[in-house]
């Protein structure tokens, strides 16, 4: 730069010139607009005999000239001899580039001695003389149907007249033949695009179970659960959500087992959203579910194939969602959430152990902390005097009021927990052991928190981490935070009434018809359910409050080999 | 309705959660304070008159099916007798919560917070009650039942906790204050058993009306049973004569128990659970005199009402202005109330409403002819 240059600059003014950009919104005028032509866009439009007519259609509907990834594919199909012009349409890196050269493009194009006959279109199927009258039995000649039999050497071949169900099903990977003079399309499945194979569960892991989990595509999971049940009356419904994405949602059920009413009613639920898009099992709970104002899951997800076929055994119902490897399960009681898939793995004993275990972390997880700021306000005399001694003097130092030392560092435990759960997994441990022992140990020493309290928030967070379903202890979190509220406020009177709230919210939430704490009423006995595992002999019936179609679900004498002396009758 | 259905043990809850809420507060001392050491003798004579009024009361039900007194008693005197009816028993609901609401809350004051205005202490009992008017009747039943065996054991675990400390000369004299104390004045003892109440209300509410035998006698029972563990408990602690006037005497019970070092002082465990229980009947009672006023009213839905009753119930129990006059309502007005309206109005409306369904079965064949 020289020194004409730094003087221009000094002295002389430019105005910058900013870059700015500004989402204006639409005027009411043009959005109508639009929206009618969407609407006009979106009427049924079938498809027509003329294919140059058809190939502008679908250029157009498809923006061919911009879209880089819509292929159509124009060709000449030779049938019976004669020459039709044909284009086929489908979305690279959808589909099996193999299975379309070989199965659908070599058969149309290449000229094979059985398709180049090309004498009589139409054909003699039965001819009889009477009264020297010749009386014949033509059937003639279709395209479509020829097509259709005899040059697609493909397994999945559908036709359809509507343009939406081809679009629809090459949106999915398919591809679309349209051949000139035929008003219908083909719909050819060759799908083939690049999907994640089936790998280890990783929220639901157990020791004795299968180590299969659902993936993305919603066909493997389908298969991964027929592959469980293996029974013919597993019906598998294919319900469509969403005006812009059709995200295909799998119904399933047991035919013979799941209450007709039941199905019907979930049925009737996803049929019923008017939504755009849907992308994920989470979504879709939220839009089917009774009550979203109440932070308590009312859906079972699972990522687990065997667990969803177990819930299906019961009399239950199994959604999946394309795109999403977690399945939906309802209804769900409050007991389901406190259940993994190995407790039916193990002996009874080692199950109820842990399931007492979980029985207290969910305890610890929702009451402990508001329990420790009531007794540290207004019940102290319920500790024994040493420990009270104790405690007093390790808070000593800590300027702060109870409340405010236990919220600080729940949420730095929260903070912890979110932190390692979004930083790449190499990082997370470290970001937990940092965070849990570094900044404990140093708030301690700095006196901004007593020990005690590190203690009781950090079996907090490790009952927390031993509620088996996420939502349920990610419910438990929340809560946790009213009753140390309700417990800074009022003590016990405080945590007393906002469990009595608690419980009864919780006895009136429903899922799916069926009250969440169907089955944990001490006084009353639900015939096929309780928390608390019976030995696998004595496992004889669905739970009552299903009303599955089939009671029972193994005879009275389910090990026989044991009773070789008794009669058929009386094992029964 | 089906959503309002509830089975007969959850009945027996509902009627049993009556009883013993009235146990926590200061029924067992004034059960002591009229009848002294024979109070338990006492309460296994009024309790078997209970259970005869109870039989009473379920045959007088039985001629009218699922229905209620509310609907008996439009049967016997039209619109108007129904209204009075209602009225009467809501106030009675009404009058006999609050009361036992004040009455608790001054006890936790009196334990936990006596710093604190009676008004702090009683709002959060009205908002809890927000809550759960605006859920289903079956829901609050429900919480009731998963309540209600922690109550039961709590109880149970007082008894034996203080076994220890028991003197079971406190009993003798066995016969109290005399015979006629006992058991011709001490008949007034009955009003521990309004619970009796509920029975009234619970037959549309049933799943198995032909259960209503077994909900009446096992609840008296059951009530009687709990009365029994109470009164001996306080009775057998501490010397009537001189501690009787403590204000939640279970409470104070509660901290005699010890287990080994760690445990010394349990009381507010067990205060934690007699809260939930005050909260179930506060619920059972709201629940109850929403469902006579829709009655009364001919209202479909019971929301709107949510409010209303808490509200209701929270200015009654501000209108005592200390303890003293509590006390004195409690132990010289409320029994006479109680067994009033319970066992003398109810029982006299049954029965009439079963001489006029007799005189009427009279009539018919007569016609007939």
Redesign the interface.
């Known amino acids: 730069m020289n020194f004409k240059q730094i003087l221009t600059d000094l002295f002389t003014y430019t105005p910058q010139e900013e870059y700015n950009f500004e989402l204006l919104r639409n005027s009411t005028n043009d959005t109508s607009l639009e929206n009618e032509k969407l609407k006009k866009e979106n009427q049924v439009k079938n498809i027509y005999t003329s294919l140059r007519v058809n190939l502008e259609y679908v250029k157009s509907k498809y923006n061919s000239m911009i879209n880089s990834d819509i292929i159509v594919r124009e060709f000449t199909l030779i049938a019976r001899g004669k020459q039709y012009s044909a284009f086929l349409l489908y979305i690279d890196g959808m589909i099996d580039t193999d299975i379309m050269n070989r199965f659908i493009i070599e058969p149309l194009m290449l000229r094979s001695k059985s398709n180049l006959y090309g004498n009589d279109q139409n054909r003699i199927i039965s001819e009889a003389v009477a009264n020297n009258i010749t009386v014949r039995k033509v059937k003639k000649f279709n395209l479509a149907d020829y097509i259709m039999n005899c040059l697609m050497p493909q397994n999945t071949v559908g036709q359809y007249s509507e343009f939406s169900k081809i679009f629809n099903d090459v949106n999915s990977g398919n591809c679309a033949l349209f051949i000139d003079t035929l008003n219908v399309a083909f719909d050819i499945e060759v799908k083939g695009f690049e999907k994640r194979s089936i790998e280890k569960p990783e929220n639901e892991i157990v020791i004795k179970g299968a180590h299969e989990a659902f993936v993305e595509n919603i066909r493997t999971n389908t298969s991964l659960v027929r592959r469980s049940v293996h029974n013919e009356n597993l019906i598998i419904e294919n319900i469509q959500i969403g005006a812009i994405t059709k995200t295909s949602c799998a119904l399933c059920y047991v035919k013979t087992l799941a209450n007709s009413d039941l199905v019907s009613e979930v049925r009737y639920r996803l049929n019923n959203l008017e939504i755009d898009s849907m992308l994920s099992s989470g979504q879709l709970e939220q839009m089917i579910i009774d009550d979203n104002l109440i932070s308590i899951p009312q859906t079972i997800s699972t990522e687990r194939p065997d667990k969803a076929a177990s819930y299906l055994l019961d009399g239950r119902v199994v959604l999946l969602v394309n795109g999403a490897p977690y399945a939906l399960v309802v209804p769900a009681v409050y007991t389901d959430f406190l259940s993994t898939p190995d407790d039916k793995n193990m002996k009874t004993s080692f199950s109820n152990f842990v399931k007492w275990i979980r029985i207290l972390a969910t305890f610890l997880s929702l009451l402990l902390p508001g329990l420790y700021v009531a007794?540290a306000s207004?019940?102290q005399?319920?500790l024994?005097t040493d420990?009270l001694y104790s405690i007093l003097a390790s808070r000593e130092t800590v300027p702060f009021p109870v409340i405010f030392e236990i919220l600080l560092l729940e949420i730095s435990f929260e903070l912890i927990r979110e932190a390692g759960i979004r930083v790449p997994s190499p990082i997370g441990p470290t970001i937990g052991i940092v965070g849990a022992l570094i900044i404990g140990q140093s708030a301690v020493s700095a006196g901004i928190v007593s020990p005690v309290l590190i203690i009781i928030v950090a079996i907090t967070g490790i009952a927390s981490f031993a509620v088996p379903d996420y939502s349920f202890s990610f419910h438990l979190r929340v809560y946790r935070f009213a009753f140390i509220f309700l417990g800074y406020c009022?003590?016990?009177?405080?945590?007393?009434?906002g469990?009595?709230?608690y419980?009864?919210?919780l006895?009136?939430t429903k899922s799916f018809g069926i009250?969440l704490?169907s089955g944990?009423?001490?006084?009353?006995k639900t015939v096929g359910h309780s928390y608390f595992l019976q030995p696998i002999w004595l496992r004889e019936f669905r739970a009552s409050y299903l009303d599955a179609k089939k009671e029972e679900k193994q005879e009275k004498i389910s090990m026989k080999w044991k009773y070789p002396f008794l009669k058929k009758e009386d094992t029964k | 309705m089906t959503d309002s259905k509830i089975t007969s043990k959850e009945a027996i809850m509902l009627v049993v959660t009556i009883f013993v809420s009235h146990t926590i507060v200061t029924l067992p001392q004034n059960l002591l304070s009229n009848t002294k050491s024979a109070t338990l003798i006492n309460l296994i004579y009024v309790g078997i008159i209970a259970i005869l009024l109870a039989y009473v009361i379920y045959r007088l039900l039985k001629n009218f099916a699922s229905l209620d007194i509310i609907d008996i008693s439009q049967y016997l005197g039209g619109s108007v007798l129904k209204t009075i009816v209602g009225g009467i028993f809501i106030a009675y609901f009404i009058v006999t919560s609050s009361n036992l609401l004040r009455e608790f809350c001054e006890g936790l004051r009196v334990a936990f917070f006596p710093m604190t205005n009676i008004l702090s202490i009683l709002v959060p009992f009205i908002l809890v009650l927000f809550i759960t008017n605006y859920l289903s009747f079956s829901s609050n039943v429900k919480t009731i039942s998963l309540i209600f065996p922690l109550v039961l054991i709590s109880i149970v675990f007082l008894f034996f906790g203080n076994f220890g400390n028991f003197s079971f000369e406190r009993m003798f004299p066995v016969l109290g204050k005399g015979f006629v104390d006992t058991f011709i004045t001490g008949i007034g003892n009955i009003f521990a058993f309004s619970g009796i109440s509920c029975l009234y209300f619970i037959p549309p509410y049933l799943k198995e009306p032909n259960q209503m035998k077994k909900i009446c006698l096992s609840s008296v029972i059951i009530g009687l049973m709990y009365f029994l563990f109470c009164t001996a408990t306080i009775l057998l602690l501490f010397s009537f004569f001189v501690d009787v006037d403590e204000v939640l005497p279970l409470y104070s019970a509660a901290s005699y128990i010890e287990f080994g070092i760690f445990f010394q002082r349990l009381e507010s465990f067990f205060m934690l659970i007699w809260i939930l229980e005050i909260g179930s009947y506060l619920i059972v009672t709201n629940r109850f005199s929403i469902s006579i006023f829709q009655k009364i009213t001919n209202l479909k839905f019971h929301k709107p009402l949510a409010m209303i009753f808490p509200l209701l119930i929270f200015g009654i129990a501000l209108l005592p202005k200390n303890y003293s006059i509590i006390r004195f309502l409690e132990s010289n007005i409320y029994a006479y109330f109680i067994i009033a309206i319970v066992f003398v109005f109810g029982i006299a409306i049954l029965f009439l409403a079963n001489l006029k369904k007799k005189k009427e079965r009279s009539v018919k064949p007569q016609k007939t002819q």
């Not at chain 1, 009022?490 to 009434?497: A, D, H, W």
């Not at chain 1, 944990?520 to 009353?524: A, F, G, H, V």
Request: glycine residues 10%; charged residues 5%.
């Open positions: 007794i207004f019940h005399e319920l024994p420990l009022c003590g016990f009177l405080g945590i007393g009434l469990l009595l709230a419980i009864a919210v006895c009136d009250s704490t944990i009423s001490p006084l009353q």
